[in-house]
């Protein structure tokens, strides 16, 4: 099937112990958590939130992006806790080419934990599924770890090391590009059913 448009779809998607579900004002406490730790943030291109007022605005524009159909950003609900505890955004979003970036964030109570990995594997069907994409890519600092082992246990595709493109406290470092096609991820149905 010859699809002509990405579908821009923010439902609800539901796993074992997660709802990913639009991230509203409501969240701002849970948002502003995750967002205010350094540690979570360092390896990413996402900026420090110092106050509330900060993840208001931080709410505010990925649900502008998401009206204008530049980003989508969902909110990892654990159900057990009644809070969100991460976020997956796919940004720079390019509908001729149906192909977005990836970006994934988890408060740091919840690492090596397996969150992150059971959100994907329910996430990437929806992604190439429901909302049509062609490619989905990841950038990550070479040294991040925990981001190079989830998105290698994906079976994402190293493509490239880019050099000194990631200032990482200030200092410029080399980061890895990953991707995944439709036709990648269809060969691997099994894996995320």
């Known amino acids: 099937m010859f ?15 997660l709802i990913l579900q639009q ?7 849970d948002i502003f958590e995750i967002y205010y730790d350094y540690d979570v943030i360092r390896f990413t291109d996402s ?5 509330k007022d900060d993840t208001i605005q931080f709410i505010n ?22 809070k969100i505890i991460g976020t997956i955004g796919l940004y720079n979003i390019k ?8 970006s994934v964030l988890l408060n740091k109570k919840y690492w090596r934990q397996g969150y992150m990995f059971e959100a994907l594997r329910t996430f990437l069907p929806h992604a190439f599924d429901t909302i049509h994409l062609h490619r989905i890519e990841a950038q990550m600092y070479i ?38 096609l439709k036709s990648e991820f269809q060969n691997l149905k ?4």
């Open 3 to 17: 699809v002509k448009k990405i579908n821009i779809n923010l439902e609800n998607i539901e796993t074992p112990r």
């Open 23 to 29: 991230i509203s004002q409501e969240h701002v406490n």
């Open 47 to 51: 900026n420090l939130q110092f106050s």
């Open 61 to 82: 524009k990925i649900n502008e992006l998401y009206q204008q159909e530049k980003a989508i950003y969902w909110g990892l609900f654990e159900k057990k806790k009644n």
């Open 95 to 102: 509908h001729k080419h149906f192909f977005a970036s990836i």
């Open 143 to 180: 040294h991040h770890e925990a981001s190079v082992n989830l998105f290698e246990k994906l079976n994402f595709t190293r493509e490239a090391m880019l050099r000194e493109n990631f200032q990482i406290e200030w200092k410029q470092e080399n980061s890895y590009l990953y991707s995944m």
């Open 190 to 193: 099994e894996f995320f059913s």
